[in-house]
């Protein structure tokens, strides 16, 4: 209808360069009450493995939880060098696993070889792609063919109409505030992909996503 949307412009992924410095502040509080901290530590300990691409790493909020007993090496990328910034903070004095960070494009991944990275991360970053089936299809290429590709997303409730009708109604307002889409369907994003899904759980009136796949 000709209006202007949040949702559909590219450039509310700038807001990221805003909210930088505050971003974990902000996010930390919620994601405590809401057990959020607990899914990224289950999702990384008892998949990730080996040499690990992380694709919208933000400011890092999973470096904690990467296991060194089975994680060698993880790359971090970002298309915010300030939120990468924040990361680059956090891995100082970390030894094991190696940690390294760079700017870069989950939905370009063309300075990696197919088949590359033995796990291939991403969690809530599908929200702030343009095309998220697009990046998953450049994650699909890069993991390596007995890989996994670990997904923790938003997306819309099957099951609590409430719930979806709420992330519709506000959707514009949160992507202005934080860069995000949390209304997509990732049920349908995933199947386009065409990835496998070998685990899916959801959280919190099934907006929040678990998933393990392969490529």
């Known amino acids: 209808d000709g209006r202007f949307s949040f949702v559909s412009n590219p450039s509310r992924t700038d807001q990221f360069q805003n909210v930088a410095d505050k971003y974990d502040d902000q996010i930390g509080r919620d994601e405590s009450v809401m057990g959020i901290n607990l899914l990224r530590r289950s999702l990384l300990y008892f998949h990730a493995r080996g040499t690990v691409l992380e694709v919208g790493a933000g ?45 870069g494009d989950g939905s370009d991944l063309h300075e990696f070889p197919d088949q590359c990275f033995d ?3 991403d969690t809530f970053g599908l929200c702030s792609y343009d095309d998220p089936i697009v990046v998953l299809k450049e994650m699909k ?27 519709d109604k506000h959707a ?23 990835l496998e899904l070998d685990i899916l759980h959801t959280w919190h009136f099934g907006t929040t996503y678990y998933m393990v796949c392969r490529p």
């Not at 890069?142 to 979806?164: A, M, N, Q």
């Not at 514009?172 to 065409?194: M, Q, T």
């Open 59 to 103: 400011t890092g909020r999973n470096i904690a939880y990467y296991p060194s007993s089975s994680v060698d090496r993880v790359l971090m990328i970002d298309s915010s060098d300030k939120m990468l910034l924040q990361a680059r903070k956090k891995i100082q004095g970390i030894e094991k696993p190696k940690f390294a960070c760079r700017v």
């Open 119 to 121: 796990t291939v991360v």
């Open 141 to 167: 290429r890069v993991c390596k063919p007995e890989g996994k590709i670990l997904l923790l997303e938003h997306g819309r409730s099957k099951t609590w109409d409430f719930i979806t009708n709420y992330l």
């Open 172 to 194: 514009e307002r949160h992507a202005k505030n934080w860069g995000c889409v949390w209304n997509r369907d990732l049920d349908k994003v995933v199947e386009e992909s065409d």
